[in-house]
């Protein structure tokens, strides 16, 4: 009889000990994930808790050595890396970080942290179209004659040999000539061709102006007309087309006096009457 009573109890402890460990037990045990840093039970990029210096407990973040560190705000936190940042990736080539956070290998680019170059399209912070300025920053288009350079034909410039220079017609920065008209890189007199498609010359505001007979087409004048000399001195177009100061002539338009000998144009010697003839 007492042994059948030690019999049952044995039975009935083994049965309380199977019963205890039921599925739900083991579920769990099997379903824990393994995390990155097992000491924390956290992965690197977590937010997590952490006592400062000054006693106070304060949010961090898990950093790439399972240290619960101050939280940084990163673009791309399970590397704590921002965008632009450099980098090396798995092939060991240096790059940097691009907007998938991923490490990208190098290319040249005048605004690495944007990865652009400057005169590329680019979008504003007001949702417009825009060009990539000098500054890497996107700046709202504006109407340039060489847009990739952000200038217009004759803004002045300084060429790939440091002269001072003005933007031609190529967008190419030209080393400066001295032109009466900078802008159009030609001088006063110079032929030209104007808006209507006919010849013409280049006049002294720098227009293109159809042609006209002038006995001294460079400086758009005829002989005998008046003209100005340095310092504002009064003169007459001569002969070889060069402002001559005034001489006092009974008449000036020929640079002749009353009775001066003159030949007419029919070849006959006469004088220089008072209404300024060859008589």
Not at 62 to 82: H, K, L, R
Not at 112 to 133: F, H, L, M, R, Y
Not at 207 to 235: H, V
């Amino acid at each position: 009889m007492k042994n059948n009573f030690i019999y049952l109890c044995g039975f009935f402890l083994c049965f309380l000990l199977i019963t205890s460990c039921n599925d739900d037990d083991l579920d769990e045990t099997l379903i824990t994930p393994e995390s990155e840093c097992p000491t924390l039970g956290l992965n690197i990029g977590d937010v997590c808790e952490f006592t400062n210096p000054n006693g106070v407990l304060v949010d961090g973040v898990v950093n790439s050595n399972c240290e619960c560190t101050y939280a940084v705000v990163f673009d791309c936190p399970n590397i704590q890396a921002n965008i632009g940042d450099a980098c090396t990736n798995a092939a060991g080539e240096s790059g940097v970080i691009n907007a998938n956070c991923d490490c990208e290998a190098n290319v040249t680019f005048d605004c690495p942290s944007i990865q652009a170059n400057i005169g590329d399209v680019c979008t504003t912070s007001t949702g417009g179209s825009g060009t990539v300025d000098a500054n890497c920053n996107c700046e709202a288009n504006v109407t340039f004659d060489c847009p990739n350079i952000q200038a217009n034909i004759g803004d002045a410039c300084t060429n790939g040999a440091g002269e001072a220079g003005v933007i031609n017609a190529n967008c190419d920065c030209e080393a400066t000539t001295t032109f009466d008209c900078q802008g159009i890189q030609a001088n006063f007199g110079d032929a030209c061709t104007t808006s209507m498609g006919g010849s013409g010359i280049i006049n002294a505001n720098c227009d293109c102006e159809a042609n006209a007979t002038f006995d001294c087409p460079s400086i758009q004048a005829n002989i005998g007309d008046q003209c100005w000399l340095s310092g504002n001195i009064p003169g007459t177009v001569n002969a070889n087309c060069d402002c001559e100061a005034n001489s006092t002539f009974d008449c000036p338009s020929i640079q002749a006096n009353f009775g001066d000998a003159c030949t007419n144009p029919n070849g006959v010697n006469g004088t220089i009457d008072t209404n300024c003839n060859c008589t």
